[in-house]
């Protein structure tokens, strides 16, 4: 079984930072794309960021040029740094990941971090 355990979440006022993790553990598994997804309130879960195993990238409009997206495939982790908060960043952020394990592909989420930015 492979769990993703997402960490860094908290309060942050508007023009902050704040960077987010998202370890992966389990055997025998690679790690294909990573990326990470927010859920406002009474909202639907939004792409923020995407990252292939190459280190290719692709953002949300909204986060382009604040937000980067990374990965250290060595300690199976990914990275999510949020510069110039908006209180409209505001939700649960969430990990999720396209692994292939024994040959087959699965994908999986992590049980989400509160991010709350005040104005």
């Known amino acids: 079984q492979v769990q993703l355990v997402e960490s860094g979440g908290g309060l942050v006022q508007a023009g902050g930072s704040l960077r987010l993790s998202c370890a992966a553990s389990?055997?025998?598994?690679?790690?294909?794309?990573m990326a990470w997804y927010r859920q406002a309130p009474g909202k639907h879960r939004e792409l923020v960021a995407s990252i292939s195993s190459g280190g290719s990238t692709n953002y949300a409009d909204s986060v382009k040029g604040r937000f980067t997206i990374s990965r250290d495939n060595a300690k199976n982790t990914a990275y999510l740094q949020m510069n110039s908060r908006k209180p409209e960043d505001t939700g649960v952020y969430y990990c999720?990941?396209?692994?292939?394990?024994?040959?087959?592909?699965?994908?999986?989420w992590g049980q989400g971090t509160q991010v709350t930015v005040s104005s």
């Open positions: 389990g055997s025998t598994f690679r790690i294909n794309n």
């Open positions: 999720n990941a396209d692994i292939t394990k024994w040959s087959r592909q699965y994908d999986y």
